[in-house]
């Protein structure tokens, strides 16, 4: 029903800037909350970001707050994560996801098990 792929990964140094895009196939994109999670290497999943379907609302993970921006085009079905002021603890694999939209809560949208469909993922690695 949906199908993500993200782009915009790669390498950079401590302090530079990536944005990375979220593409989305399927008719009813507009009706999905989109988040972002991202998984170093031994560590569990962490939230990094979610944006309301309608884009009217946001949640961020605290350790990207003041960082990190997620936005959306629904004209261009795409989900976007501006990530500034990059840090060597940023490095992992960040993916995207869309939840068929109900509620917009924390606890909820936080959680990997509440989304309904996944990208592949794009390797981030920061070097200081």
């Known amino acids: 029903q949906v199908q993500l792929v993200e782009s915009g990964g790669g390498l950079v140094q401590a302090g530079d800037s990536l944005r990375l895009s979220c593409a989305a196939s399927?008719?009813?994109?507009?009706?999905?909350?989109m988040g972002w999670f991202r998984q170093g290497t031994g560590k569990e999943r962490e939230f990094v970001a979610v944006?309301?379907?309608?884009?009217?609302?946001?949640l961020y993970g605290d350790s990207v707050k003041g960082r990190f921006t997620i936005s959306r085009d629904n004209t261009k079905n795409t989900v976007y994560l501006q990530m500034d002021s990059l840090k060597p603890e940023d490095t992992a694999v960040y993916s995207c996801?869309?939840?068929?939209?109900?509620?917009?809560?924390?606890?909820?949208?936080?959680?990997?098990?509440?989304?309904?469909?996944w990208g592949q993922g794009t390797q981030i690695t920061v070097s200081s």
């Open positions: 996801a869309a939840d068929r939209a109900g509620s917009f809560a924390y606890s909820i949208l936080s959680r990997a098990e509440a989304y309904d469909y």
């Open positions: 399927g008719r009813t994109f507009s009706r999905y909350n």
């Open positions: 944006i309301r379907w309608d884009g009217g609302n946001t």
